[in-house]
């Protein structure tokens, strides 16, 4: 069997997130994602507002 040093660092570096968690970069994706829903929502709301003068 061929030793193959890139998928001796891909397991390392798998085992190592597993240990670290999902960490900052999650946080900030679901951050994004719920700011972008919310202002998607607000702007599509808005044009149904009916003005009565």
């Known amino acids: ?9 891909l397991a390392q570096a798998a085992g190592a997130a597993q240990q670290q968690g999902a960490g ?15 202002l998607t929502a607000w702007f599509l709301l808005r044009g149904y507002k009916r003005k009565d003068d």
């Open 1 to 9: 069997m061929e030793h193959h040093p890139a998928a001796d660092w």
């Open 24 to 38: 900052n970069l999650l946080r900030v994706v679901l951050i994004v994602m719920i700011l972008g829903c919310v």
